[in-house]
């Protein structure tokens, strides 16, 4: 018998199985896995009886809260695409998203009425408008709102068996950095085999309580949309990050679980309202959506109590690849643990990994050889919405190509050097930020840091320092210079630290490098010489240029 893998199922089996349990706590408001499924069929019913039909877009623009963890099932018990919006995006964006997708309706929070208003008149396909929380405030909202739809609306439930397991159930956009953002599908098998894979490779079990601190507009939340459900777990919800906020529901509601992207996991350990609150029940903090440090996967362990790792995956993975945990064989001592469990990590069940040069060939488990991360696994998307040439290209060789450069080792754990575009090339040499990164984030006066190329007249480009201090420390120019040379080989060092109150990040953390750049570059960003062919030596092997003038230059750098 072939059952159609559907995350439909998750929740069919959390109703039957765990009825009277705490299945969302979201503010004021408690359901129970029965209510949280009753909503979700009214909602399915409701989407049905508007005319919404099979394989049509359903669009959501909000923050964290119950109404969007029940559009991840109800938008699909329908039979139609959930499309979660990026809070954060420009207007412009999001109305290229929505009109790109084909989205026909869009539930907004009524926070997001004025930003909605400013790009309506743009949209070719969005006909209906619904507030989630509120009476409708604009006369092209319609009547009635979330709440009175569902209250009126006849229960639906789909039979699973006519389910096709290979059709479209999420619909995600990249972030657009470089260029117009990408919509991301994810069938049902998709998302139903990655979240059985992420529940085996985090032991989760099915009395876990997580707090929701990745928004869900961003690949369902990391899976824990899924895969929390599936074991009956409870759900809290958190709108907005605040760190007071969380160590308050942290305390109340006896959490166990979080995903926190690095600038959140610096403000937690930060903060100096952290020792007020009963932090116990916290037995898990994963780190991901940017790479991390070994001094903050130690403070989070020293100051939140509890455990630390890494993970790493991609909105086109839905998303998770690997996790970083000491494997049983490994047997790290002191602060090297801290180092792996910062490390990029290894596949969880499910992923197949390699680390490619140009021509697609492994490269050495070595820990030094650099290449490109590429990716197997049932998560990976079906392809990109309306762009055959950009899949055919994602995933040539039947292998997901990251764009992610990085080195593996004997061990099977991978380290991720830097995206393509931001390796840093100075007189021939590669030089990581990440690596640069890391080696200032272990200053004591350092809170967050970016390094970036700067034009140099001599090496082309040379890694420039970012650096945002903690309240009250002070640091100068010439003291983060020395601390990254008592560390790292001198032609890898900042030549020059600016200060910054803070850094500019993408709605799920990430430093958005591209916009910093663009000062230092002076229109030239997009001819900027950027790092693009997988597999080329590392900054510890032999330069590409072999002149003896620039050879000459760079012995003397490491002088």
């Not at 040069?357 to 392809?383: C, F, K, W, Y």
């Amino acid at each position: 018998m072939n059952v159609p893998l559907t995350p439909i199922r998750f929740l069919r089996y959390a109703e039957q199985q765990y009825p009277q349990r705490t299945a969302v706590v979201c503010g004021k408001e408690r359901f129970t896995y029965t209510q949280f499924a009753a909503r979700v069929g009214r909602l399915a019913g409701a989407l049905r009886e508007s005319g919404v039909r099979p394989g049509d877009r359903v669009a959501f623009l909000s923050t964290n809260c119950h109404r969007l963890l029940e559009a991840y099932y109800g938008v699909v018990e329908a039979g139609a695409v959930l499309l979660p919006l990026n809070i954060r995006l420009a207007p412009q964006e999001l109305a290229y998203i929505l009109n790109d997708s084909g989205a026909c309706v869009l539930f907004l929070q009524c926070h997001f009425l004025e930003l909605v208003e400013s790009f309506r008149s743009k949209l070719t396909t969005v006909k209906t408008f619904y507030s989630l929380d509120s009476v409708p405030q604009a006369g092209w909202t319609s009547a009635p709102n979330f709440e009175a739809l569902l209250s009126s609306a006849p229960a639906y439930r789909a039979d699973i068996m006519q389910v096709d397991e290979n059709s479209l159930a999420e619909l995600f956009y990249t972030s657009g950095t470089s260029a117009e953002p990408k919509g991301v599908m994810l069938t049902h098998r998709n998302i139903y085999l990655h979240a059985l894979n992420a529940t085996l490779a985090l032991h989760t079990d099915n009395e876990s309580v997580e707090l929701h601190t990745i928004p869900l507009f961003h690949a369902n939340g990391w899976g824990v949309a899924h895969f929390l459900t599936l074991l009956g777990g409870r759900h809290v919800m958190i709108q907005k990050f605040d760190p007071l906020e969380v160590f308050r529901l942290i305390e109340a509601e006896r959490v166990h679980h979080c995903s926190l992207v690095p600038a959140m996991a610096t403000a937690l350990v930060n903060c100096p309202e952290r020792s007020k609150y009963d932090l116990s029940s916290l037995k898990r903090v994963t780190l991901g959506g940017a790479a991390s440090s070994p001094t903050l996967i130690r403070e989070v362990e020293e100051n939140l109590g509890c455990a630390c790792f890494s993970g790493y995956g991609l909105t086109e993975t839905a998303p998770v690849l690997t996790i970083s945990p000491m494997k049983p064989e490994v047997h790290w001592e002191g602060e090297q643990r801290y180092v792996g469990q910062s490390m990029t990590g290894y596949a969880i069940p499910g992923v197949e990994l390699r680390v490619v040069d140009a021509n697609d060939q492994d490269v050495p488990r070595d820990g030094h050889s650099m290449g490109e991360i590429i990716a197997r696994t049932d998560g990976v998307l079906e392809g990109y919405w309306r762009q055959p040439e950009a899949t055919t290209e994602v995933l040539r060789g039947g292998w997901f190509h990251t764009g992610d450069m990085a080195t593996w080792n004997k061990e099977g754990y991978i380290l991720i050097v830097d995206r393509k575009k931001d390796i840093i090339v100075s007189g021939g040499e590669n030089v990581s930020s990440l690596e640069v990164e890391k080696v200032l984030l272990s200053h004591p006066a350092v809170l967050e840091a970016a390094v970036l190329p700067v034009p140099d007249a001599t090496w082309g480009e040379v890694p420039k320092a970012l650096v945002v201090l903690k309240p009250g420390a002070r640091a100068n120019e010439s003291e983060l210079i020395d601390h990254c040379r008592a560390r790292l080989a001198h032609y890898k060092c900042p030549r020059s630290v600016e200060y910054l109150e803070s850094l500019p990040r993408t709605g799920t953390g990430k430093i958005l490098k591209r916009d910093l750049r663009k000062k230092y570059w002076h229109g030239r960003d997009t001819i900027r010489p950027e790092f693009s062919s997988p597999g080329t030596s590392d900054a510890s092997s032999e330069p590409r240029s072999s002149s003896p003038e620039t050879a000459a230059k760079q012995a003397a750098r490491n002088d």
